[in-house]
Structures are given as C-alpha cells and as structure tokens.
C-alpha cells in the first residue's frame, strides 16, 4: 500500500483491461475458495477469477496465467521480516523457521469485528463491498495492544520465561489452548 496511490479497481493485463473487486469480504471469499480440498487448482482459480472480475470465460491457460497474476500482485501478503545485521551492518543469517499462525479470519472473524469497532468505530458488515483488501490489512496490522484481537495474539505468541511465577506460567497455558488455532489438516 503506497499512500500517495489509489487502491486498486481496474488493471491492465496483457493489453486488457479488467476491473477488480478487491474489496476485503470478496478476498475473504477468495481464500475460502482457496481452502476447499476437494476443487483441483484451475477449479479454484476459475472461481476466484468470477468473484474477482466477472462471470467471463478464460481458457486454461489464460485463467492460470491471470489467476497468478492478480494472487501475486493484488492479494498474497508477504509478512516482514526483520533482518538481523552485525555491527558492521552486515545481515547475520538466520536459521529458517516456519511461520507461526497467528490469525485466522474465520476462526477470529468475532474478535476482528469486535476490534475493528473498538478500536476505528468501524462496523465491517456495513463496509462489506466497500473497504478495500489493502485497507482492511493496514488497519488490521494497527489494531492497538488493547484490542481483543491482539490481546489474543499475544496469547497465542507467548512463550514462557524464567521469570514468570509458575502460576502466571499455568494461566498462560490454559489460555494458549483456550484461543488455540485449529490445526488446518483438522478442519473439513
């Protein structure tokens, strides 16, 4: 997201103009379609273009060439990361961790809601075909601390020290498997 950029509506791809709907509930939608099992890819990929674009028909290859082009440059986020540098300022390389789940839009789609109109006065039913994908990530990633949403993260994220009390490191525990994420192979 660049501020002094519109948000995106249309593109243009090979010499063609499309208008997108990037509005947060139809990506929304676009990962729901992304998380069936039982479509193949270019299954998937069809749907996401007709919620995306329109009901238009694409042949194989052109529905694959333009579902990765728009997943890749208007809806996949990449998370940051911070690069570690010596004194020299020189990157320490770093061993390769998996990333941790922390968020999952249907399983915390309340507490989301919840924050956004704590903390923005933002009522997400209402902007639904409004709000753009790029809008509702940035103020997603700038809930303030207080908000359910990150206080849940922050459960989900600790990891105890050597200076926690026994009983606070119990408490933390069973809220950690209170506001656990389920296991996506468990879900059907």
């Not at 968020?103 to 933002?122: L, T």
């Amino acid at each position: 997201m660049r501020l002094n950029d519109p948000l995106v509506t249309s593109f243009s791809y090979k010499n063609k103009e499309y208008d997108i709907d990037l509005s947060f509930d139809t990506v929304l939608d676009v990962y729901d379609v992304l998380d069936m099992p039982h479509l193949r890819d270019y299954e998937k990929a069809r749907i996401c273009l007709s919620l995306l674009l329109d009901d238009q028909e694409y042949d194989y290859s052109e529905t694959i060439n333009l579902w990765n082009y728009i997943y890749l440059n208007f809806i996949h986020v990449e998370s940051k990361e911070i690069v570690k540098k010596d004194l020299l300022g020189n990157p320490v390389p770093t061993p390769k961790e998996e990333k941790e789940r922390v968020i999952d839009f249907d399983q915390d789609a309340n507490y989301i809601y919840a924050s956004f109109m704590q903390a923005y006065g933002i009522n997400l039913i209402e902007q639904q075909g409004k709000m753009h994908w790029k809008e509702f990530l940035a103020l997603l990633d700038g809930l303030p601390s207080n908000t359910r949403m990150k206080e849940i993260i922050k459960i989900r994220t600790w990891k105890p020290s050597k200076y926690d009390s026994n009983e606070y490191k119990a408490q933390m525990k069973e809220l950690q498997e209170l506001y656990a994420l389920e296991d996506e192979s468990e879900v059907t």
